[in-house]
């Protein structure tokens, strides 16, 4: 009897084990056979606290009681996450192992549970106590949380037809169950199991004609007894409709919240105006990188839209000066990172109203910040005009710099005119003044960077220098020790005339607040109208970095006041404007058509090898088509052919640079001069029996044992290679 028993309980710790450990670390592979994603480092993911739907008795003293169920969309899919309260009011410890909860639909699909990997090791409930452990599930697209049914089981290894299970009850989840927050109502979210209360203090709203920019403040207090680190959560917008739309969050870098305290963060984002604003809900999620998923935290409805009295944000004045009437309108009010230090800027637009000419003022400014402390400014000057016609406007800059630990609330800025000054003996003072023109005033949670959505395109219209930005991919290269990561950003010229466009300046921002300086390959020649630059901006990060949740923020560079020229240094930046970044796309293309290496796309095909006495031989046909509206600048990137045959230890490759691809009509001439194999090198057209050897002379010995090889196409940057193409085929057959 005692060795039946000892059996029974080993069966049982044995399954629910598998269950526990086989369900805490789910299998992860990209669509398309594709390679995995980078992954983060394992943090805990925190939970939320919504409304408990029901409990389940284990017998007179404990109980199972089921909260915290909240449905967060992804593509293609919903994450659906709950906890277990589990109350031991007995007398003896409680084992969890012996239980386990069940999800299914009311139509009756089994839906796989897992447990997060937090809670993965906890099992023992001591007496007259309680623990919660918290689970998440996978549901398809069109499953909705009133479709959910929670089941409680204990394995019973005597009921062997009812799959060792006996139920012990369910729950459903009730028709009218929300987890939306309501308006002016805070929700307690668990951080590294603290609370803290979090509830939105208040929402400010602007738009252009695209856009509507929300700013959301969000207020966070720690009510637990020790201090708190936030984690890098992801918030974003839902609208009515169920639209998503990120929102970037200010100040959170390293930001802790010490016990009996609270911190505000402002959230800023964009939504299209074509979009209801109705209904409007702010989603805290969490990115689980070890989970490959974002987790729902927590939601709320926003409260009504606060009064933006005091922004002086698109209101007109006017000053009059020894040369006429002025009307100056302040733009935006922006906070830029910059170093070590943070930029101040404050664009603004100057008009002349009136019927005769007039000259562009000596301008200059000040930023004081809560009345209290003085930040000099220089102006930059925008337009290239040199005079106001009747009913024209320019626009201009004024560029101040702080410490970027500064916090302040409001900023004034004061608009100066230069005066000069004479001296006693009537000759003119080298040193000149300041006679105070106007006044602006704005505050801090409302000096908002414009945020674009991937896809969208951004218009600066500067006269003379009008363009258009637009964000087209992402791309990290995997090294040894960090990976670099890129983004793609087309500036298109919308001038009637070539034009250069001007450098920039650009910054990635994390999830988590931090700021990455990037490196921006630079194009020295003209731009055509209608014609399109393509910028390659880049930064290292530690390897296996998570950039789900990044953006960029990307700037005209400033030097001395003027537009960054030929090859100064910048020393600041305007005209800011913030992009959020897509998901990077891991699919591996397996064939070699039409792979994508903008602004080219290569086709290989008639793929052969051959062995002789000097070694091996790939050879291949291709095709090499080039977008000639646009101009790029591709230095440090390669294109790497490589055939790795693992069995029998043989893999050679051949690196082509970018540079060389544009150069179809040199190559031919010099090749008909006998100065160039054009075989050498990958160029622009269709062309036959590009050649790759390898020179080993003992490898025709091997003849015997070559069965199959792979080929793998590498797009290179920097040193650092990303797989994009590659495929298993077979030595000596020719392949299309």
């Excluded at 708190?228 to 929102?247: C, F, K």
């Excluded at 005066?419 to 040193?431: E, L, V």
């Excluded at 992402?474 to 010229?493: R, S």
């Amino acid at each position: 009897m005692n060795s039946k028993r000892k059996r029974y309980k080993t069966c049982i710790v044995l399954l629910a084990a598998v269950l526990t450990f086989g369900s805490a670390l789910p299998a992860f592979a990209a669509e398309g056979g594709g390679t995995n994603p980078p992954s983060g480092t394992t943090a805990t993911v925190s939970t939320g606290t919504a409304p408990a739907i029901g409990q389940v008795d284990l017998n007179a003293n404990s109980y199972f009681e089921l909260k915290n169920v909240v449905m967060m969309p992804e593509q293609g899919n919903k994450t659906v996450t709950f906890t277990v309260g589990v109350h031991n009011g007995g007398t003896t410890d409680l084992q969890f192992i012996d239980y386990w909860p069940q999800l299914r639909t009311k139509t009756g699909n089994q839906i796989s549970v897992r447990v997060l990997p937090q809670d993965k090791d906890k099992n023992r409930i001591p007496a007259k106590s309680s623990q919660d452990i918290s689970f998440y599930a996978t549901v398809n697209e069109s499953t909705d949380l009133k479709d959910l049914i929670f089941e409680v089981i204990k394995w019973d290894f005597s009921i062997p037809e009812a799959g060792f299970k006996r139920k012990i009850g369910e729950v459903s989840v009730p028709g009218n169950y929300s987890v939306v927050t309501p308006a002016g109502k805070a929700h307690t979210i668990q951080m590294a199991n603290n609370p803290v209360k979090a509830s939105i203090k208040k929402v400010l709203m602007s738009k252009n004609e695209k856009n509507y920019t929300p700013t959301i403040v969000l207020n966070l207090e720690n009510v637990g007894s020790k201090s708190v680190a936030v984690p890098g959560y992801q918030y974003l917008i839902r609208t009515n409709e169920g639209y998503m739309y990120p929102l970037d969050a200010k100040a959170v870098k390293d930001l802790t919240i010490n016990p009996q305290t609270n911190k505000d963060i402002d959230l800023t984002g964009s939504v299209p105006i074509s979009v209801s604003k109705e209904g409007w809900q702010l989603v805290i999620v969490q990115d689980a990188q070890d989970l490959k998923r974002n987790l729902p935290i927590a939601f709320f409805a926003l409260p009504a839209v606060s009064d933006k009295d005091g922004v002086d944000t698109g209101k007109a004045f006017s000053f009059t000066n020894k040369s006429g009437t002025y009307t100056a309108k302040l733009n935006t009010v922006q906070r830029l990172p910059w170093q070590d230090q943070d930029i101040l800027t404050a664009g603004f637009t100057l008009s002349n109203k009136g019927p005769e000419a007039l000259p562009i003022p000596d301008l200059t400014g000040y930023f004081k910040l809560d009345d209290n402390v003085k930040v000099e400014a220089k102006l930059v000057r925008t337009d290239n005009v040199i005079g106001l016609a009747p009913n024209a406007e320019a626009q201009f800059q004024l560029i101040g710099k702080i410490p970027y630990t500064s916090q302040f609330g409001k900023v004034k800025l004061v608009l100066q005119e230069k005066t000069s000054s004479s001296g006693g003996d009537g000759k003119t003072d080298p040193q000149t003044a300041a006679s105070d023109l106007l006044e602006f005033v704005h505050r801090s949670e409302m000096m908002n960077i414009p945020y674009n959505n991937f896809g969208e395109t951004y218009k600066v219209n500067n006269v003379g220098r009008s363009v258009s930005y637009k964000v087209r991919s992402v791309t990290t290269y995997p090294g040894e020790t960090a990976d670099t990561f890129t983004a793609l950003l087309e500036v298109g010229n919308l001038e009637t005339r070539v034009s250069d466009i001007s450098k920039l300046v650009g910054y990635f921002k994390t999830a988590q607040g931090r700021y990455y300086p990037a490196t921006i390959s630079e194009i020295k020649s003209k731009v055509n109208p209608d014609g399109k630059a393509l910028f390659l901006l880049s930064t290292n990060v530690s390897k296996g970095f998570p950039t789900s949740g990044m953006n960029v923020i990307i700037g005209e560079a400033v030097t001395e006041g003027k537009l960054t020229e030929a090859d100064k240094k910048p020393d600041a930046y305007v005209n800011a404007v913030a992009y959020w970044l897509p998901q990077e796309n891991f699919t591996l293309k397996k064939d070699f058509k039409n792979l994508d290496l903008v602004p080219y796309e290569l086709s290989l095909s008639d793929i052969r090898t051959s062995i002789d006495n000097e070694g091996a031989n790939l050879k291949f046909n291709y095709e090499l088509i080039k977008d000639l509206m646009i101009t790029t600048n591709m230095d440090g990137r390669k294109l790497i052919i490589e055939l790795d045959d693992e069995d029998q230890k043989i893999r050679f490759n051949k690196e082509f640079d970018f540079k060389d691809f544009d150069g179809e009509m040199s190559d031919k001439q010099g090749a008909a001069n006998g100065q160039l194999d054009p075989k050498d090198k990958v160029i622009v057209g269709k062309h036959k029996d590009l050649e790759i050897k390898v020179r080993d002379g003992d490898f025709r010995f091997k003849i015997s044992h070559v069965k199959k090889f792979k080929l793998n196409i590498y797009d290179s940057f920097q040193g650092q290679k990303r797989l994009i193409a590659t495929r298993e085929l077979n030595w000596f057959e020719p392949t299309q």
